[in-house]
């Protein structure tokens, strides 16, 4: 397995361009398979979650063809997807346990075709993850679904119906997935206690494109009316805030300074404002946001995740690597997922001084420095807490299992290269 070499302690300096969304461009992709005609998305990341996605797909019977367009210089990919008929409903369990979001093909193949068959998902390794209420709601909207071998069977043969649904948590993927089936079923569905993340209005945005009608995405009540069929589009790919928030954090604990072109701050701003209580300047420039923390010290802070306005889950590792850089005594709190907190053993590897108040919360105890260490990444984002760590450890950090990072996100170490840091990807032989 590659590993990742970090010489810490070099403050950052320059501009990263920030890749289009990991977490919207997963369902984007299904939404294709509502359609015979072709959607094209650009500024697609170059992820390997982008990469399994388009092999499930691919099995699926949608030709996928590849391109690429010059946005603000750099070449960004640009992917064309073509369903002329669906040949197969079956994903296999060695392209689903790789990544989770291989849900969101279940609601486009039950409401383009009546049936799906997929294995129970995979993924990052940071809670149970159920996704009962993605089931729940397919079968109020008609569809028969049993669980086989592992395998979830998905059956709607006389097709999807509208159906008035109350959520009992507010899950991402469930709202993306029952939005996708509802386009194509018949009647209203309306998802009350819908999850509000950007992501989801990139969807609805992408799908009304096509012919959906779909209004209330990115409030906590959603609408969909039921249409016929869908057409294809052309759609570009918001960008990706978690990766933005991420290389904020590292100008923040390298005490550098770092333009991030494409960030977009409305997607950001409890992140933001959490970094400018803790000493971080940010602004909001044309079409990016400065982050400095030159000569400055960073202060505690509590954080407790939420979903979306509030402060993401997706930021809580890396915001916690800063913490243990702080002065003062700050407290994180994980509402979301009930296992996340599995890089705070790799942290105190490094020296940060955290310890577990309770299932759902740790202290973190600021310390002067972190020094480098050999650590292993457990998941996506607690990987680039590692990174975060490394950056600014004294001396030589070294990453294992760093297949994590690759899945969300793109070419890692040249942008961090690009901004000055002695980082190195160590090839598995
Ligand atoms: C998405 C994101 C992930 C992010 C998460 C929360 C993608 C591909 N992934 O994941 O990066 O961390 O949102 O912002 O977009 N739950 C259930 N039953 C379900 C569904 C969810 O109990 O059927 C629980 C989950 O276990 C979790 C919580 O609800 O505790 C939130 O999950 P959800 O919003 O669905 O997250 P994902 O869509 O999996």
Known sequence: MDKIRIVGGIPLYGTVNISGAKNAVLPLMCASLLTDKSVVLTNVPLLSDVTYMNSILGGLGTEVFNGSDIINGNVCKRYTYKTTDILS???????????????????PLLARKGEAKFSLPGGCTIGVRPIDIHLSALEQ??????????????KAQKGLKGANLNFPSPSVGATCNVMMAATLAKGKTVINNAAREPEISDLAKMLNSMGAKISGAGTSVVKIDGVNDLGGTIHNVISDRIEAGSYAIAAAVTNGRLELINAEYDTLVKPIDILRKCGVSVEIANNSLIVDATNQEITAHNIITAGYPGFPTDLQAQFMAMLTLANGVSEITETIFENRFMHVPELIRMGAKISVKDKNSVIVNGVKNLSGASVMASDLRASFALVLAGLAADGETEINRVYHLDRGYETVEKKLQQIGANIQRIKEK
């Open 89 to 107: 409903t079956t994903v296999p369990y060695d392209l689903v346990r790789k990544m989770r979001a291989s849900y969101y093909v279940l609601g």
């Open 141 to 154: 909207m008609g569809a028969n679904i049993k669980i086989q071998n592992g395998y979830i069977i998905g």
